[in-house]
């Protein structure tokens, strides 16, 4: 499968991850974007895109935004850990509705391929890190479970009916236009925006845990690869770094980008937070041919100027 000339949708495709892959794409394929726009925002469409504003909740905007599509991009998600944490139901009915109802009208109108995007979230705090792929998933939230739900949804579409899936497990994704303005966004997307603002960072826990920090440009080759590599269907792959660094010392390196001591408060751990979450790339090199090119130094420099 090729990636020009396509008909290509993108579920979320106003969000933060979903504009980039919409963007990216638009250059020599036909993309639509459907988005309930709740999260995501009207500015983030890329010029010369089709629009559809509707919610992977309701069954009929999602069968009207498939017709004629090949390739299916599913960002279309409540991202928020703490958010779920509060309304699991509501984080269910999009994760999991929204994705079951993506992939009937899939099977139903002969798109080719989904790539969903699934979430390290589910490995909760896994027995190895670097964590493969086969390690046994134990999700500590309810966003981590429905995530689950949703990928095993498309490996069951895959086996049962034949549609092509393939489920990426994102790991800290970060980089320009994720929404910074809830107080659940991305750990990257407020310290930026506060360190602009002049304002003090705060830190939930002893700033001991740790992440594996993707950059969006990646995590958009990643979907690329996933769409058009050949043999991959039913699996998942993990795209991170393989590179785990704590909050603590990501402050460290934004204080130097900075050139200056930032002010930093401590706060109670959250509820449902992974203790270290790091990706064994390996399954992913391999298979999808993805490695990683943005260094955590010089996205946190783009990040702290744009
Ligand atoms: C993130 C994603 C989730 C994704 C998962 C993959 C978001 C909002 N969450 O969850 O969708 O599936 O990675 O593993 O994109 N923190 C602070 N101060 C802050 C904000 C956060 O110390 O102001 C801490 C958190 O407690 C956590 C870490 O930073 O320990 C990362 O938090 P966050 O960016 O919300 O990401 P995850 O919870 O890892």
Redesign the pocket.
């Known amino acids: 499968m090729k990636l020009k000339g396509a008909n290509v949708l993108v579920t979320g495709g106003a969000g933060f991850i979903g504009s980039w892959i919409a963007e990216t794409l638009a250059d020599k394929n036909n993309v639509r974007i459907l988005d309930a726009l709740i999260t995501g925002k009207k500015q983030n469409i890329p010029e010369g895109v089709e629009f559809i504003k509707g919610d992977v909740r309701n069954a009929g905007d999602v069968r009207a935004a498939v017709k004629g599509v090949d390739i299916v991009f599913h960002q279309a998600a409540n ?3 703490p958010l779920s944490i509060e309304d699991p139901v509501f984080d269910s009915d999009v994760n999991v509705r929204g994705t079951l109802n993506v992939m009937e009208a899939c099977r139903k109108s002969g798109v080719k391929r989904v790539v969903y995007a699934s ?3 589910l490995y909760g705090n896994p027995e190895k890190i670097p964590t493969p792929e086969t390690c046994y998933p134990d999700p500590l939230s309810p966003y981590g479970t429905s ?1 689950m739900a949703g990928e095993y949804y498309t490996k069951v579409y895959s086996s049962l009916y034949g549609l092509e899936t393939v489920s990426l497990r ?4 970060y980089g320009p236009r994720q929404n910074p303005d809830s107080p ?4 990257l997307s ?2 930026s925006k506060n360190i602009k603002e002049k304002r003090s960072l ?4 002893d700033g001991r ?1 740790r ?1 594996d920090f993707v950059n969006v440009r990646d995590v958009v080759e990643a979907n690329i690869l996933a769409a058009t590599a050949d043999g991959v269907s039913g699996e998942a792959f993990n795209i991170g770094t393989g590179i785990a660094v704590s ?1 603590n010392e990501i402050i460290s390196m934004l204080g130097k980008i900075a050139g200056k001591n930032l002010d930093v408060m401590y706060s109670e751990r ?1 509820q449902g ?2 203790r270290k ?1 790091c990706a064994d790339t390996r399954k992913a090199r391999e298979e999808l041919g993805f490695s990683p090119k943005i260094g955590l130094e010089e996205g946190l420099r783009e990040l702290l100027q744009s």
């Open positions: 991202v928020q850990i979430s390290s979230a995530k994102y790991f800290n994704v659940y966004s991305g750990v407020i310290f705060t830190v939930f826990g845990q992440r909050i959250r937070d992974a979450s």
